[in-house]
């Protein structure tokens, strides 16, 4: 079977290295993923030492032992003892590209997309002669203005696009190029009207866009007329460029970060060629378009954590909000994302010129995490001064965060989330005290003279004043770690729960190091696995397990006495969660009752906590109340009073006389 031509070099490109051969190795310390390096022990030979490198962004690897070598098709080949097609199949599958249907023509079009960049290359050529003639004066004038001499010219081969209507058109056919190719290329096009094809570029600044094997597949023009209806005009699509999955010095910028340079995202060709110029040379751009998912995915496979660097106008920061709602579905654990907003008014290039690349670097020093633009935007022009306005920002950025596919990194944002609504609201989370918060953190309302109610499942800032109230503390305390215990054994004897019980796995912090340590791990599993037990147990170790099963309470559980019972388990959990979030609640009224009362008398203290314990007894109640109707026997003890008719009535059957 033949592949279109563009199939292996995209697979390629979609499908990790790193991630391939890591299913089959053990990456030794000496790794460094911020630089796309990792090193093994080699998986083709037996070996002590680490020998066994892969370059994650180049996509090769090589084992100095043995000398194997290859990319992630040979590497599937070796290590799968398979076929070249059907290594091609796994990854696709693995990359989520559906495999070509057979094309006879393939060895055909690859033939033409070469020939294509031949011709890319002759338009490559003439531009450059024409950015050395008279009628390209005022654009070498421009670019000097813009201090791209001719270094940086010859560096990026900017060139001059005639304001002719067919001096490019003419140029390619006395070469002898078909008319038809010359049309595939984009640099010309037929003329609706019926009249002769045209030059789709005329006097304009002429940037080749470049491929990350290095071969022109379009150009992007810079108009020097000022009344031009479009200052910037890149080439359509064509058969060799989809704009929406190439960046702008993508081969270069590659290189550039595989030497420990920094991969910043500009916003267009002029800050990526001044960026580069000033040392900063792994600088991409999007092409004229929002950045888009497949973009961002190239982006990623260059470098773990690209800086995207965005004007500070309004414009640019309305494009960082739109880079956030394409970001947040793909993040991982190893592919994040920073913004770095330039001054307001200035651009890199502006930058660069006023500051030099110091001042560059400085800005880029200040680059912040996603969680900050996320967070900007939604509080920004915003005013909280209710308990609905504070519902409603915790109902979006809720929201938001679930679209986070990984649950472990979704956890972290919540927590990130939770100290920044925090600093918002003026309460204090401190980084000693455990964290035993849900989301949504229940709303509370500001006091006169700063500050704020403590939110439930946060503890006191300062030690209790009372012996009574300690105990109490530590008796609530007590509660919460038997009831964490039971949800944990309800999905480690249900699985099939984990799917609805992941949002309160991800609020829940628990009391001790084992139970941290299993809900980790389940936050990492799938509930749906045939071997989940033995999964969980090689993350967590069977003691774990075994402490938390063997528990009195545990073992006299419904939901574990009746394991694989799903409606039992969803009951069990949801009755559990309302009891354990009361549970916080009423460590926050003691907490409140002791700070509010200070220097009170021991009555106010005791009627504020006995107020607090009425309430914790009907929050803590279960769901459907019993409403069963009882009878006093003959013994004192409680009778069901239908379930004592009905034994009434079986005896009456047979004729026999009912004991009280």
């Not at 022990?41 to 084992?63: I, M, T």
């Not at 094809?197 to 940037?207: A, L, N, Q, T, V």
């Not at 880079?323 to 930058?351: H, I, N, T």
């Amino acid at each position: 079977m033949s592949l279109p031509p563009n199939f292996i070099e995209e697979l390629r490109t979609r499908v990790s290295l790193s991630q391939v051969v890591g299913r089959k190795v053990v990456w030794s310390k000496k790794s460094n993923r911020a630089k796309g390096d990792w090193w093994a022990s080699c998986p083709f030979h037996q070996e002590k030492s680490a020998s066994f490198h892969v370059d994650d962004r180049k996509g090769f690897y090589y084992c100095f032992g043995c000398h194997a070598k290859g990319d992630a098709l040979t590497f599937v080949q070796e290590t799968e003892n398979v076929g070249f097609m059907e290594a091609v199949e796994i990854l696709a599958r693995e990359a989520g590209m559906p495999m070509p249907a057979r094309d006879p023509q393939a060895a055909k079009k690859a033939d033409r997309r070469s020939q294509l960049a031949e011709v890319m290359e002759e338009v490559v050529k003439f531009y450059r002669m024409q950015l050395k003639t008279g009628a390209a004066q005022d654009a070498r004038a421009y670019l000097d203005r813009r201090g791209l001499g001719m270094k940086g010219q010859d560096r990026f081969e900017i060139g001059y696009a005639p304001n002719e209507s067919q001096a490019t058109w003419n140029h390619l056919k006395g070469k002898g190029i078909p008319d038809e190719m010359i049309i595939a290329t984009g640099v010309c096009a037929e003329s609706d009207r019926g009249g002769a094809p045209y030059d789709r570029f005329r006097g304009r600044i002429m940037f080749p866009i470049r491929d990350a094997r290095g071969r022109c597949i379009s150009f992007g023009g810079r108009a020097m007329d000022p009344n031009a209806r479009a200052k910037y005009l890149n080439g359509p699509e064509t058969e060799l460029f989809d704009k929406g999955n190439s960046l702008y010095n993508h081969g270069p910028a590659r290189e550039a970060v595989g030497r420990g340079q920094t991969l910043i995202v500009a916003e267009g060709y002029m800050d990526v060629i001044a960026l580069a110029l000033a040392g900063f040379e792994g600088a991409v751009a999007p092409l004229g378009t929002a950045i888009t998912p497949e973009q961002l995915q190239l982006m990623w496979r260059i470098s773990p954590e690209p800086v995207i660097a965005l004007d500070g106008d309004k414009a640019g920061v309305r494009a960082a909000y739109r880079l956030v709602d394409v970001a947040l579905p793909l993040l991982e654990a190893d592919k994040a994302l920073r913004f770095c907003l330039m001054p307001e008014g200035q651009d890199p290039d502006d930058l660069i010129k006023a500051k030099g690349p110091e001042g560059m670097a400085e800005i880029l020093g200040t680059a912040m995490p996603l969680i900050d633009i996320l967070w900007r935007r939604a509080i920004e022009d915003q005013v909280f001064d209710s308990p609905e306005r504070k519902a409603g920002l915790d109902k979006r950025l809720r929201e938001e965060i679930k679209q986070i596919r990984s649950p472990d990194l979704r956890s972290h944002y919540g927590h990130a989330i939770k100290e920044l609504r925090a600093g918002l609201f003026g309460t204090a989370v401190s980084a000693e005290e455990p964290r035993r918060e849900w989301t949504p953190r229940q709303n509370w309302q500001p006091r006169q003279g700063g500050g704020g109610r403590r939110p439930w499942g946060a503890p006191p800032s300062k030690p209790l004043g009372t012996t009574l109230t300690s105990a109490l503390v530590q008796d609530e305390n007590f509660e919460i770690s038997l009831r964490e215990a039971v949800v944990l054994a309800t999905i480690v004897s249900t699985p099939m729960v984990l799917e609805e019980a992941m949002d309160l796995l991800e609020a829940m912090e628990c009391q001790s190091q084992e139970h941290n340590t299993l809900r980790g791990a389940l936050l990492m599993m799938n509930g749906r696995s045939n071997a989940f037990r033995a999964e969980l147990e090689a993350l967590v170790g069977g003691e774990i397990l075994e402490n938390l099963l063997r528990q009195n309470h545990i073992s006299i559980c419904p939901s574990v006495r009746r394991a694989g019972d799903l409606e039992t388990a969803k009951l069990t959990l949801m009755e559990e969660t309302a009891k354990l979030k009361a549970a916080h609640g009423r460590l926050a009224e003691i907490a409140e009752a002791t700070e509010e009362l200070t220097g009170a008398a021991d009555e106010a203290i005791t009627y504020r906590l006995g107020q607090a314990a009425l309430a914790f007894d009907r929050a803590t109640r279960a769901q459907q109340e019993d409403t069963t109707e009882y009878e006093k026997a003959d013994n004192g003890m409680r009778v069901d009073r239908k379930e004592r008719e009905a034994l009434h009535g079986l005896l009456a059957n047979l004729g026999k006389t009912p004991k009280h």
